[in-house]
């Protein structure tokens, strides 16, 4: 799956994000909003996301009670996700499914992907839990993204999860970098075997499952810009930029 990237000719400039829930009774999408405006003000016409697009049903025991009453069900979280999902012209997403999304496809068959893409064509399906985009600058510089939700709970460190999952990939085969969700954290590895990990964060404020588990939710996305060595496929610079958000008041 390869993306075009405008700018100058050695510059790949995207956004990442994760974790939307799209439905739920905790969804920050006043945060996702205000994310996808500082990206078109940054001129970033790609936006890569990491997995749990919609809430979904019945993904752990009581998980329903915690929907909005409009969401409670497959057409009306497609339909939320339709209405709420960042819709700017210029921006395309690029997108995994994570175990949120499939909780629809174990319960009833649906993989629910190609459905959200064909609701909003400016959302690129890539994926289920993996996706790899390949990001093409004007150059003819490319700069591979592994979109990764894995399942599991939060280590006791936030590192661990990121170290062990660039450990497990084949050598020759890497990419350059490794975006995860599914954990609602926020880090950045600049460089483990070769390759920058990143936890994408979350569009969710912390709910009552994640409150027993003590675990935060770090609400935010980042804007990454890479630069890539005129003589050979080396990477000159990542820089990454936290966009975080506080949680509303009342």
């Not at 150059?139 to 939060?154: A, K, N, Q, S």
């Not at 770090?218 to 050979?232: C, Q």
Request: proline share 4%; net charge neutral; with cysteine.
């Amino acid at each position: 799956y390869e993306v075009p990237i405008r700018g100058r000719e050695n510059v790949i400039r995207f956004g990442l994000i994760g974790d939307t829930h799209i439905g739920s009774l905790y969804q920050r999408t006043d945060a996702l909003q205000a994310f996808y405006k500082h990206c078109e003000r940054e001129g970033t016409a790609d936006v890569l996301m990491a997995g749990d697009v919609i809430a979904g049903w019945k993904v752990y025991k009581g998980q329903e009670f915690e929907l909005h009453p409009n969401a409670r069900s497959w057409t009306e979280q497609r339909d939320m996700f339709a209405d709420l999902a960042p819709r700017i012209k210029g921006i395309t997403t690029h997108f995994i499914t994570g175990n949120h999304d499939a909780s629809f496809k174990n319960l009833v068959g649906l993989v629910v992907g190609p459905e959200l893409s064909a609701a909003r064509p400016d959302w690129k399906f890539v994926g289920q839990d993996v996706g790899l985009v390949t990001l093409k600058a004007r150059g003819g510089f490319e700069y591979r993204v592994m979109l990764f939700h894995p399942g599991g709970g939060t280590s006791y460190a936030l590192s661990y999860r990121v170290q062990k999952i660039i450990e497990s990939l084949s050598g020759g085969q890497k990419p350059d970098m490794v975006a995860v969700g599914h954990y609602h954290k926020a880090e950045q590895i600049p460089a483990y075997r070769n390759v920058c990990g990143i936890q994408v964060g979350c569009f969710e404020s912390q709910t009552p499952f994640m409150a027993r588990q003590a675990s935060a939710a770090h609400v935010g996305g980042w804007t990454i810009e890479v630069v890539l060595n005129d003589r050979a496929k080396l990477t000159s610079r990542v820089r990454a930029e936290w966009i975080g958000f506080y949680e509303p008041t009342e």
